[in-house]
């Protein structure tokens, strides 16, 4: 980005204009994007769009951030667009078509992407989560696609990723008739990884972040790399090809060393990176 063009030096490390519809923290190799308008459930507008992109192109350039968590402020993750603003014309900033690449950029980048989804998931809101590597939920979290019950066929590339979930039938299914459907319920049918009690919900999410970021990193991020690969298609034997072209790499790494160095002797391995 062009840092004479109005926008902020940095911001935690991302050289963006400070947001105001969320917030960006890093602590150490993790960041946390939280949706913030939770007097409106956090309800997607326009500017939301925006600022989500300009954060995640920029977290997907930082090297150093192995896992990014995306969650939303209050009791609700988002509902989708905030229709309230939209019917009553409030003064919203427009998106640029390519700023709805938010769950391309959520799926795509290097790091690890998971969806803390803390309340209320639908529509555009639904879509980000479903741009995730993985999603996660407290136990009172709801879910629905949600286009359309407001006469709208939808964006944020839910045909694209929800059928890579749950299958196409089941993912036609939730679209065509957009019901609500609990967090117990997308557990069972493969959308999210884990379910965990509200009140202990963020704690939990936590530990798993932890588990992630204290992975070595360079072999974290191959690894999601291999499964890109794998999605775009092309013969078997190709991408074992490129998988062990990596391996071949990463275990002559000094991680790796480590790795099995701390497996004999018994204790946790110290990753550098290298």
Request: net charge negative; charged share 20%; with cysteine.
């Amino acid at each position: 980005m062009d840092p004479d063009a109005g926008v902020a030096p940095v911001l935690y490390g991302l050289r963006v204009k400070p947001p105001t519809t969320l917030t960006y923290e890093k602590s150490g190799n993790v960041a946390t994007v939280t949706l913030n308008r939770p007097d409106r459930m956090n309800g997607m507008t326009s500017l939301m769009v925006r600022e989500a992109h300009d954060v995640l192109a920029a977290a997907a350039a930082d090297d150093s951030i192995s896992v990014l968590v995306l969650t939303g402020a209050g009791t609700s993750f988002c509902p989708g667009a905030d229709l309230r603003a939209a019917t009553a014309g409030e003064r919203d900033t427009p998106a640029d078509p390519h700023h709805f690449q938010v769950p391309a950029l959520l799926h795509d980048m290097p790091a690890i992407t998971i969806a803390a989804v803390n309340g209320a998931c639908a529509g555009a809101g639904f879509g980000w989560a479903c741009g995730c590597d993985l999603r996660v939920a407290a136990r009172s979290a709801m879910f629905n696609t949600a286009f359309l019950n407001v006469a709208v066929a939808g964006d944020m590339g839910l045909p694209w990723s929800l059928p890579r979930l749950v299958g196409a039938a089941r993912a036609r299914e939730l679209s065509f008739f957009s019901e609500k459907f609990s967090a117990a319920e997308a557990h069972d049918i493969g959308l999210v990884a884990r379910v965990w009690d509200d009140g202990v919900f963020r704690g939990e999410v936590a530990k798993l972040v932890a588990r992630l970021a204290g992975a070595a990193p360079l072999a974290l991020k191959t690894l999601k790399a291999h499964y890109l690969a794998a999605e775009r298609g092309g013969a078997f034997a190709d991408y074992v090809d490129l998988e062990t072209t990596d391996h071949l790499r990463i275990v002559k790494s000094g991680d790796t060393a480590e790795a099995f160095r701390a497996f004999l002797e018994k204790r946790a391995p110290v990753f550098t990176g290298r």
